[in-house]
């Protein structure tokens, strides 16, 4: 398939741009670790500490709002050159432009720009949030964000390009982050990329009382002694198993795709009435009216 331009791609796909992307408090946490490392567990058990609002997957697929936007940084990170003088590509600047009104970040978006959104806010906690069995972590995967490790030619792809939200779900996600993420492909490299992922977050050397190690089965008390909280009376959130994050993905997405299809009659209708005037014309040309 050939690719469509990026300036053609966001005139044709474009979506409304965040209201503001000025910052409102400081970024406060960065959890770093890779999708279904209890991702969803944290986000929530973050605000009920007080860290609200903490950016997670759910927010960038329901609605897929902000998936423009993170194209565009990761454009920037792949395809530009290095600035003179500085460590990383980005900027907080750049990720206020998702990020503005959220005082954490989590899940795949985190992972991708771990780097990036370490050096870019100096002053936030670092999570490192893992899952202790690799084999456990890697089936949780497949059967959910493996979603996106695939971009095939089905009646699914069809209806991206006739819906703004659906055709960025599979712009970023299937042909850009996960890809990329994963070096090519989640099923053949997850597992190594994961391994990788941690062992390069923890090289960075940073302080103790700047970055954590921690896995659910942790639960509260190293994480509120980490973020200077009180431990809550509530046992810690549970989880989000597949079957859950399906059900979740498949409702919000129904409507992505009522979307496509009722703009897929629109623009066949439009299409047929164009082809019927058209060959109305051609045989009025032919047949011109006796004189």
């Given at each position: 398939?050939?690719?469509?331009?990026?300036?053609?791609?966001?005139?044709?796909?474009?979506?409304?741009?965040?209201?503001?992307?000025?910052?409102?408090?400081?970024?406060?946490?960065?959890?770093?670790?890779?999708?279904?490392?209890?991702?969803?567990?944290?986000?929530?058990?973050?605000h009920?500490?007080?860290?609200?609002?903490?950016?997670?997957?759910?927010?960038?697929?329901?609605?897929p709002?902000?998936?423009?936007?993170?194209?565009?940084?990761?454009q920037?990170?792949?395809?530009?050159?290095?600035?003179?003088g500085?460590?990383?590509?980005?900027?907080?600047?750049?990720?206020?432009?998702?990020?503005?009104?959220?005082?954490?970040?989590?899940?795949?978006?985190?992972?991708?720009?771990?780097?990036e959104?370490?050096?870019?806010?100096?002053?936030?906690?670092?999570?490192?949030?893992?899952?202790r069995?690799?084999?456990?972590?890697?089936?949780?995967?497949?059967?959910?964000?493996?979603?996106?490790d695939?971009?095939?030619?089905?009646?699914?792809?069809?209806?991206?390009?006739?819906?703004?939200?659906?055709?960025w779900i599979?712009?970023?996600?299937?042909?850009?982050?996960?890809p990329?993420?994963?070096?090519?492909?989640?099923?053949?490299?997850?597992?190594?990329?994961?391994?990788?992922?941690?062992?390069?977050?923890?090289g960075?050397?940073?302080?103790?009382d700047?970055?954590?190690?921690?896995?659910?089965?942790?639960?509260?008390?190293?994480?509120?002694?980490?973020l200077?909280k009180?431990?809550?009376?509530?046992?810690?959130?549970?989880?989000?198993p597949?079957?859950?994050?399906?059900?979740?993905?498949?409702?919000?997405?129904?409507?992505?795709?009522?979307?496509?299809?009722r703009?897929?009659?629109?623009?066949?209708?439009c299409l047929?009435?164009?082809?019927?005037a058209?060959?109305?014309?051609?045989?009025?040309?032919?047949?011109?009216?006796e004189?």
């Amino acid at each position: 398939m050939i690719p469509i331009p990026d300036p053609v791609i966001h005139y044709l796909y474009g979506l409304p741009p965040p209201t503001s992307n000025k910052r409102k408090e400081p970024m406060q946490v960065l959890a770093v670790g890779i999708s279904r490392s209890g991702t969803d567990s944290l986000r929530n058990a973050l605000h009920i500490l007080g860290f609200e609002h903490t950016h997670h997957g759910f927010d960038t697929i329901l609605p897929p709002s902000s998936l423009e936007g993170i194209y565009r940084l990761l454009q920037k990170k792949y395809n530009t050159e290095p600035i003179a003088g500085q460590s990383s590509k980005l900027t907080a600047e750049d990720f206020d432009t998702i990020l503005s009104d959220c005082v954490g970040v989590s899940d795949l978006m985190a992972a991708e720009f771990a780097l990036e959104l370490i050096a870019a806010y100096p002053n936030a906690k670092v999570i490192l949030n893992t899952r202790r069995d690799l084999e456990s972590w890697y089936s949780s995967m497949q059967q959910t964000m493996g979603y996106f490790d695939k971009n095939p030619i089905d009646w699914d792809w069809f209806k991206s390009w006739f819906s703004a939200d659906l055709f960025w779900i599979r712009q970023t996600m299937c042909r850009t982050m996960m890809p990329r993420f994963f070096r090519g492909s989640f099923h053949s490299n997850g597992k190594w990329v994961y391994e990788q992922h941690i062992a390069l977050v923890k090289g960075l050397g940073l302080s103790k009382d700047r970055l954590i190690e921690w896995s659910v089965e942790d639960g509260w008390e190293p994480l509120c002694e980490f973020l200077g909280k009180s431990i809550p009376q509530q046992e810690f959130p549970d989880g989000n198993p597949p079957k859950a994050w399906a059900e979740r993905i498949s409702n919000t997405m129904k409507t992505h795709h009522e979307r496509a299809i009722r703009n897929m009659l629109v623009f066949g209708a439009c299409l047929i009435g164009t082809l019927v005037a058209s060959v109305g014309a051609y045989l009025r040309y032919l047949s011109p009216p006796e004189q």
